[in-house]
């Protein structure tokens, strides 16, 4: 034993460093067996392993075994040499194989031969269940210690046993990395499909078409508005319901980052590339292969980095900052603007074969004051989304409110609404927000219209759109019901509702 115990040592520490250096299992289990044959002269080694579903057990990884051979190596349990220690989950040793009637010699590799030859049979046990055996063959010496080498075979079983525990759990947080994944995109998808988007106005409609139209191609979209109007949401929508939907969607807001830095974003750079540079970076062109590069605010870029977009609009490739390497770039293109392009061309601001090359595919985001008949439908839909975040029953808006809400002018458009009906519910203290609720550029406004502009008859209507408004939300938009609760009759009520502009679908 004292003249083995040096070559045992190096053993355990080369199949130590084996399954530290790759996470690869079939790998791994190569280099013991290889090692098992260098060091103890073990040849022949099979790593088995149990399928509970079928109770069959293969040899998933084998040295000195051609594929045939391995194939041919299947047993169930109970069966053969291999079956048995499966079976009771004890070491077995064959002195000589030709000499048990328990040797199957079913891989066909072992030829006739004089000399003696020794198996070993070890179990590979996860967690107190045999799930395999570990086996190789021995040509016999005069004197072998059968009991010193099962020992070992016993000790690195175990260390195979924690490696295939490593690799199932490795794999267990694969699949759910991978299927959180799948979830995570498919929630974006529903997300930001078209019809999540707020609006039933004719210029939103005409948006819904536009983007319908051109999702499916892979065209540079140039998404022109205000600040505020919901560029980033048409550049979600085409990006989810394209064929590059299960890609990276890759968003740039070029006015939050200096020029120094953007290019190095966009492009990535090599180390050494500049001061502070220690490592390579991976740019966003990089990172959205395959996927979609939005780059919000593109009026704000320089002239130097306008040329090098256009030689990634143009010919699909680019190189990292410092770097020699020209990299492909299978990315489709969005880019979002408040700025007058135009204007910016003719004051040499702008490069004028850029502008072309994004303006394939235009589409214009109206104003919210353009869109008058949104402005409920986005007020209640932020009244339920705060409303939730604040754990808050407030449940609609008041005439007066909703009167002021669409009178003003909104320069701030949908961003600036949203803001003001999270700040209303925060202050709102009952289960109806109230034009006092609203922020005060929304009162300064009411408050510079001319006093008594509202006739007693018009407060009347007011107050009688109002009823109606809170009786058909309470029937869920269905007439006939809110008619009964008001005491009127449909055709009165259907008259009404006319007459008021009211919506009830949008009720409901």
């Given at each position: 034993m004292a003249s083995r115990l040096p070559k045992e040592v190096e053993l355990l520490s080369d199949i130590s460093k084996a399954l530290a250096e790759s996470l690869d299992l079939e790998l791994t289990l190569e280099s013991i067996l290889r090692l098992l044959e260098e060091h103890m002269r073990l040849r022949r080694g099979t790593i088995n392993?149990?399928?509970p579903d079928t109770e069959t057990i293969?040899?998933?990884?084998?040295?000195?075994?051609?594929?045939?051979?391995?194939?041919?190596?299947?047993?169930?349990?109970g069966e053969g040499i291999t079956g048995l220690v499966v079976q009771t989950g004890k070491e077995v040793v064959v002195p000589d194989i030709n000499k048990d009637p328990r040797f199957l010699h079913r891989t066909g590799t072992r030829a006739a031969s004089n000399k003696r030859t020794s198996f070993y049979c070890v179990p590979i046990k996860l967690d107190g269940r045999t799930i395999g055996a570990f086996s190789a063959d021995k040509e016999a010496g005069r004197v072998d210690?059968?009991?010193?080498?099962?020992?070992?075979?016993?000790?690195?079983?175990?260390?195979?046993?924690?490696?295939?525990?490593?690799?199932?759990l490795i794999e267990s947080d694969r699949r759910q990395l991978h299927d959180e994944n799948l979830r995570l995109r498919q929630e974006l998808k529903a997300k930001f499909n078209v019809t999540n988007i707020i609006g039933k106005s004719n210029a939103m409609q005409q948006i819904y078409r536009l983007i319908e139209q051109v999702a499916e191609s892979n065209a540079t979209v140039l998404i022109r508005g205000e600040s505020g109007t919901g560029k980033d949401l048409v550049a979600h929508a085409i990006h989810y319901n394209s064929l590059r939907a299960?890609?990276?969607?890759?968003k740039v807001n070029c006015t939050a980052l200096p020029e120094t830095l953007l290019e190095s974003e966009l492009f990535g750079h090599e180390k050494g590339a500049f001061t502070g540079a220690t490592e390579r970076k991976i740019g966003r062109f990089e990172r959205a292969q395959g996927g979609t590069v939005f780059l919000d605010e593109i009026g704000d870029f320089s002239m130097q980095l306008q040329v090098k977009l256009l030689r990634v609009i143009q010919f699909k490739e680019f190189e990292r900052l410092g770097g020699t390497d020209t990299i492909k770039a299978n990315v489709r293109i969005i880019v979002a603007t408040h700025k007058d392009l135009e204007e910016e061309i003719k004051n040499r601001l702008f490069r004028e074969d850029l502008y072309y090359r994004i303006n394939v595919f235009p589409i214009f985001m109206p104003p919210l004051r353009e869109r008058k008949d949104d402005i409920i439908l986005l007020a209640d839909h932020f009244l339920e989304k705060y409303a939730r975040e604040n754990n808050k029953a407030?449940?609609?808006?008041?005439?007066?409110?909703?009167n002021m809400l669409t009178s003003y002018h909104w320069p701030g458009n949908v961003r600036e609404l949203e803001n003001a009906i999270e700040r209303a519910v925060l202050v709102c203290d009952s289960d109806v927000i109230r034009s006092e609720h609203?922020?005060?550029?929304?009162?300064?406004?009411?408050?510079?219209?001319?006093r008594g502009a509202m006739s007693f008859t018009e407060i009347m209507q007011n107050?009688?759109?109002?009823?109606?408004?809170?009786?058909?939300?309470?029937?869920?938009?269905?007439q006939r019901k809110a008619a009964k609760d008001l005491g009127l009759t449909e055709r009165i009520l259907g008259y009404k509702i006319r007459k008021y502009g009211i919506y009830p679908r949008h009720l409901s």
């Open positions: 392993i149990l399928d293969s040899i998933r990884v084998a040295h000195g075994l051609s594929e045939t051979s391995k194939k041919l190596g299947t047993y169930r349990i210690d059968f009991e010193a080498i099962l020992q070992m075979l016993n000790i690195i079983s175990t260390m195979i046993g924690q490696a295939v525990k490593q690799h199932r299960s890609k990276p969607f890759i407030i449940n609609r808006i008041s005439t007066p409110a909703i609203l922020p005060p550029s929304l009162q300064m406004a009411r408050r510079d219209e001319p107050k009688e759109r109002e009823l109606i408004i809170d009786a058909l939300k309470r029937a869920s938009g269905q």
